[in-house]
């Protein structure tokens, strides 16, 4: 597995991370305990490194899930979780206060097994906290070892440049795929200037992009994709032709329409590790294998060029007015 570094930081990761939510929440049940670890050592066993978390995944037991798989291998692995929500429940609302930082990080260290934090993001930007107030309160838990390094998620540009003045933030999580460029108006220009890392998730288009959803899919029950927009029947059939797009590019490379997504967003620049998730051992092979997938200028360009007239918000409004703050 290949290796890329965080930004202007120390912190160095598989080129390709695993974005553990659909684990425990999300797409549907919540996976068998030992299918999850099972597939979580399998991913270590590939090559992978970096593990994204958060309490509110489960809530609290995908941690849960992490530490009991990465007992007796913490110095094998990069370990990202979050804090920001209140009693780590999103239906509930945003609480970054210094007291629940502080609280979110010891309760996390307990579930995960470990005695620090390597990336510790705030979930979602709070606007009755200021970001400052934020930041000192991790670069405390910095100095007392706790944590490693910070990061935010779905931050709007000034935020983040507010946060980094304070303590240096090494990554930026946000959503990022073919069929989502929006951060590379303003958000993807002021990493690079500042020196951050970004970490996409959803980079496969939450399924959408690996070819297998169409306008006939019907989602579980309990599957958070039911109130999405961008994944009403009617906006499935008319983005199909992203998908058509990927398609072509990957019959022509012996790959598949996700590895060929996964390769786009790669190129983009060597400091982006996107972290697709997954409850399947085919699938992790599929995007481990991606890494070694060179795209050409040709191809890289004829995919960013492309007009895709996309259809659906990606979030409902409730949603969405946690972005981007």
């Known amino acids: 597995m290949k290796k890329r570094t965080l930004g202007n930081t120390s ?7 695993l974005g553990c939510m659909g684990l425990s929440f999300g797409y549907g049940p919540e996976t068998e305990k030992t299918e999850a670890i099972h597939l979580l050592r399998a991913a270590l066993d590939t090559g992978i490194t970096f593990f994204d978390s958060a309490e509110a995944y489960g809530p609290f037991t995908n ?15 990069v370990i990202a979780t979050k804090f920001g929500f209140k009693d780590a429940l999103p239906a509930l609302g945003l609480d970054s206060r210094p007291e ?40 405390e838990l910095i100095k007392e070892g706790k944590v490693k390094h910070w990061g935010l998620s779905e931050a709007g540009a000034q935020t983040i440049r507010r946060a980094h003045a304070v303590q240096p933030v090494a990554a930026l999580q946000s959503e990022y795929s073919i069929w ?11 990493l690079l200037e500042l020196g951050i890392g970004f970490v996409p998730f959803s980079p496969l288009g939450k399924g959408f992009l690996t070819g297998t959803i169409n306008a006939d899919t019907k989602f579980g029950e309990k599957d958070f994709r039911n109130i999405v927009p961008r994944f009403s029947e009617e906006n499935r059939k008319a983005n199909q032709s992203v998908v058509d797009l990927v398609q072509d590019i ?20 060597e400091w982006i590790v996107p972290i697709p998730g997954t409850t399947k051992l085919h699938r992790l092979k599929e995007n481990v294998d991606a890494v070694e997938i060179v795209l050409s200028k ?15 918000d990606r979030y409902t409004p409730q949603m969405q007015a946690y972005v981007n703050r």
């Open 180 to 190: 989502w460029r929006e951060p590379e108006q303003e958000i993807l220009p002021t």
């Open 100 to 139: 629940n930082i502080r609280k979110v990080a010891e309760a996390s260290l307990k579930r995960l097994k470990t005695d620090y934090i390597d990336l510790f993001y705030q979930h979602r930007v709070d606007p009755n906290v200021p970001i400052e107030e934020v930041a000192g309160t991790v670069q």
């Open 250 to 269: 990957a019959t022509k490379k012996g790959a598949t329409p996700a590895q060929v997504a996964l390769a786009w967003i790669l190129a983009q620049h």
């Open 63 to 77: 941690e849960e899930l992490l530490g009991e798989a990465f007992a007796g291998k913490r110095d094998q692995v």
């Open 298 to 312: 040709e191809e890289v360009e004829s995919i960013s060029q492309a007009d895709l007239q996309i259809q659906g």
């Open 11 to 17: 912190l160095e990761v598989s080129a390709l991370g």
